[in-house]
């Protein structure tokens, strides 16, 4: 049984993506500088791409979205998705604030987990967000690779909330 449970310790601490270096925080930082001025821009192509994404936000179910893109709750929302975003970036690369970035991202899953929101629907915005990167900004090599690695981190947190068990 012991034997047992240290072979599920090691399989979890495995499966844990690697924290980012400072040089791969760094490029990732330097992309998301590129376009992080488009929150419109960026939730528009969101919700443009995966309707069902929008019709999860009570204040935008069924609305026309090119009308809702101009209205000040949009853009509000764009900036605390954007802004979110910037914060846990800015922290990244740096062993010391890797639990206040577990802290932030835990209350995002929690928050997320208690709206409904599934993994599907997240993965679907990584896609479009890392797709929006790549062709408004620049994102490839060692900055793609950094990109995603950061990606993996975060999104192991907040899949870890919405399993009901999160990551400490
Ligand atoms: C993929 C599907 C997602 C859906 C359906 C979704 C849905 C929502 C909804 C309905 C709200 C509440 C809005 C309000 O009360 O005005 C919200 C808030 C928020 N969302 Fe999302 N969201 C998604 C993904 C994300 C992602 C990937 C991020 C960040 C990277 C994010 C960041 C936030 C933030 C920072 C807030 C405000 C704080 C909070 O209440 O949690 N969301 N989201």
Same mark, same amino acid.
């Given at each position: 049984?012991?034997? %047992? !449970?240290?072979?599920?310790?090691?399989?979890?601490?495995?499966? #844990?993506?690697?924290?980012?270096?400072?040089?791969?925080?760094?490029?990732?930082?330097?992309?998301?500088? +590129? =376009?992080?001025?488009?929150?419109?821009?960026?939730?528009?192509? !969101?919700? +443009? #791409?995966?309707?069902?994404?929008?019709?999860?936000?009570?204040?935008?179910?069924?609305?026309?979205?090119? $009308?809702?893109?101009?209205?000040?709750?949009?853009? $509000?929302?764009? $900036?605390?998705?954007?802004?979110? %975003? @910037?914060?846990?970036?800015?922290?990244?690369?740096?062993?010391? @604030? !890797?639990?206040?970035?577990? @802290?932030?991202?835990?209350?995002?899953?929690?928050?997320?987990?208690?709206?409904?929101? $599934? +993994?599907?629907?997240?993965?679907?915005?990584?896609? @479009?967000?890392?797709?929006?990167?790549?062709?408004?900004?620049?994102?490839?090599? &060692?900055? #793609?690779?950094?990109?995603?690695?950061?990606?993996?981190? !975060?999104? #192991?947190?907040?899949?870890?909330? %919405? &399993?009901?068990?999160? =990551?400490?």
């Amino acid at each position: 049984m012991k034997f %047992l !449970i240290v072979l599920a310790l090691i399989a979890a601490a495995a499966a #844990e993506h690697k924290p980012l270096t400072h040089e791969q925080a760094d490029q990732v930082r330097h992309a998301w500088d +590129k =376009v992080k001025h488009n929150e419109v821009e960026i939730l528009h192509e !969101i919700f +443009k #791409e995966h309707p069902d994404i929008q019709n999860k936000f009570p204040q935008f179910a069924g609305k026309d979205l090119e $009308t809702i893109k101009g209205e000040a709750s949009f853009a $509000t929302h764009a $900036t605390r998705i954007v802004s979110f %975003l @910037t914060e846990i970036l800015s922290l990244a690369g740096n062993p010391d @604030t !890797i639990p206040a970035i577990k @802290t932030r991202v835990n209350e995002m899953g929690q928050n997320h987990r208690n709206r409904g929101v $599934t +993994k599907e629907q997240l993965n679907e915005f990584r896609h @479009t967000l890392t797709d929006y990167v790549k062709h408004h900004g620049s994102l490839d090599g &060692d900055a #793609e690779q950094a990109w995603n690695q950061a990606f993996d981190c !975060i999104y #192991e947190v907040i899949f870890s909330n %919405l &399993d009901g068990h999160p =990551v400490v």
